[in-house]
Each structure stands twice: as structure tokens, then as C-alpha cells.
């Protein structure tokens, strides 16, 4: 039997694509394979468990306080996420269809910022946040303001909708100033409808950003009143060492509400990816 090069590529293709799958799925297997292992086995080097403990869930549940911790991070995430999608959507229509001096020069050095890590601006939003926690009425620190309103503003996203809204054709602004619509309505009963597809990017990625996020509400919170799920993973490190069962079995709770999200989303989310030609 003889192989074309057509057909070659096509195999070639095939088995990077299964390899890149296998290798992507195996911690998601092996997270979910520890979490209903005992403890001795999740310490050695079985893959598998000899004996289910869906037990784990319940004791995870528990020990790392996800009933309070959950509700937390739904609050933190659907405010930052309104408040993300709210202020990119305005943003970004101002920078694809709206003239003013300086649009172009301000927009590049907006994009220049994606440059920066995101580990170097934490300590002026950390300075941010205190002094404007002590100049106004509301306590910012130890509050959701401090968790949420340093990440209203994505340059990703504005980037993301500018590049969308810039593709709209000017004949439909014409035809709506006609029927007498401004900015704003044009932007909500015309832009907004045929750009479903990159506010759904934005919100499966917003969503996963401030639900995994860790290390920011570890520094703005010192109590569990606003702290958020990835906090609860903690309790089960001890000074004996990390509990691994238990910390796999709250890490599969967390990453439940990511996977259903990405689920119903998934059709948008794909054809977004393809239309812009992002590449993750």
C-alpha cells in the first residue's frame, strides 16, 4: 500500500493532535484518579485506586470549607466580571468607531501594557487599593472592592471587542443615525448582537482568571469573609505534609463550575478563536 504525501501529513497531523490529548488529559485523569484514593495510596505510585472513597468529596467539602468559600468566589467572579465586561465593551467601541485626538497613541501604549507580568503590578494595585480604602466611605481591603475592581479593566479584552467592533461595516452606523440612533444605542441594538461570539471568549476567560485566582486574595484579605474557593485547597496542607487525596478531590469541586461554563459555552467560544485568530 502506498502512502501519498497528502495522506502522510494527515497521519503526521493525527498523531501529534492524539499525543497533545493524551498529555493534556493525563493530569486530569490522575487529579481525579488520587482524589478517591486513601491517603497511603495517593502518597505512592499507584494511578489508579484499588478502592473508591467518594467519600473524599464530603470530607473536602468540609475540611476546606467550601460551603462558605463557594459562595464567595460566585460573588467575587459575576462582580468583577460585570464590571470587566461593562467598562471593555465602552472602551473598546470608543477606540473602533469613535474619533478623538490621541485614539491611536493611546491605544498602542494600552496594548503595550499586555507586556507587563501580571505578578509586577501587584504591588501598586496592593497600594492602590489601601490608599483608596482610606480616602472613601467604603473599606476596600478585606472587602470585595479590593478583589474585584483591579481587574475591571482588561487590555486583553478591549483588544479583543476593539478588533470585533472595527469589523462592523460603517453603513450600519449610517443607516442607524438615519432611523436617528447615537453611539449608545447603535451599540447595544446593533454591535453588541453580532459580537456574542468574542463576549463569550471574554467571559469564559474572565471567569476562569477570578475563580482560580490565589495569590491576590491571600494578600487583600487576612479572613474568610471574602476569601474565595482556591483559598480552601490550603487547609489541607499541614505541617505533616499536604494531604493529597483531599486536596485533589477540592481542586476537581473547583474546577466543576470552569468545565460546565466551557461546556454551554463551547460552540461560541471556538468560533471566536477562528474568527480572530488567536492562538492559546
Do not use: C
Not at 26 to 49: H, Q
Not at 99 to 123: C, E, K, N, W
Amino acid at each position: 500500500m502506498r502512502f501519498t504525501n497528502s495522506t502522510l501529513s494527515k497521519v503526521l497531523v493525527y498523531i501529534f493532535l492524539i499525543s497533545g490529548a493524551i498529555v493534556a488529559l493525563v493530569p486530569f485523569v490522575w487529579m481525579i484518579s488520587t482524589s478517591m484514593m486513601d491517603l497511603g495510596e495517593a502518597m505512592g505510585v499507584r494511578f489508579f485506586p484499588s478502592e473508591i472513597h467518594l467519600e473524599n468529596y464530603a470530607e473536602a467539602w468540609e475540611r476546606g470549607q467550601f460551603s462558605e468559600y463557594f459562595l464567595n468566589s460566585v460573588q467575587i467572579t459575576l462582580i468583577t466580571l460585570s464590571g470587566e465586561l461593562i467598562f471593555s465593551i465602552m472602551a473598546a467601541y470608543a477606540f473602533a468607531r469613535m474619533q478623538f485626538p490621541g485614539r491611536d497613541l493611546i491605544f498602542s501604549v494600552l496594548l503595550s501594557t499586555i507586556m507587563i507580568p501580571a505578578m509586577v503590578l501587584i504591588i501598586p494595585n496592593f497600594l492602590t487599593v489601601t490608599w483608596l480604602g482610606r480616602i472613601g466611605p467604603l473599606a476596600w481591603i478585606n472587602n470585595w472592592p479590593a478583589l474585584t475592581v483591579p481587574f475591571m479593566g482588561s487590555v486583553f479584552s478591549i483588544f479583543l471587542l476593539r478588533q470585533f467592533f472595527a469589523q462592523i461595516p460603517d453603513e450600519l452606523y449610517d443607516a442607524a443615525q438615519i432611523d436617528g440612533a447615537g453611539h449608545m444605542r447603535f451599540l447595544i441594538q446593533v454591535v453588541l448582537p453580532l459580537s456574542k461570539a468574542p463576549i463569550m471568549v471574554i467571559v469564559v476567560l474572565s471567569f476562569i482568571g477570578s475563580w482560580n485566582a490565589l495569590a491576590w486574595p491571600l494578600l487583600v484579605t487576612n479572613n474568610p469573609e471574602w476569601r474565595p474557593i482556591s483559598v480552601g485547597l490550603l487547609n489541607f496542607v499541614e505541617e505533616a505534609g499536604q494531604e493529597i487525596n483531599l486536596m485533589m478531590a477540592g481542586a476537581f469541586i473547583t474546577i466543576i463550575p470552569v468545565l460546565l461554563l466551557y461546556f454551554i459555552t463551547q460552540k461560541q467560544f471556538t468560533e471566536s478563536i477562528a474568527r480572530s485568530g488567536l492562538k492559546g
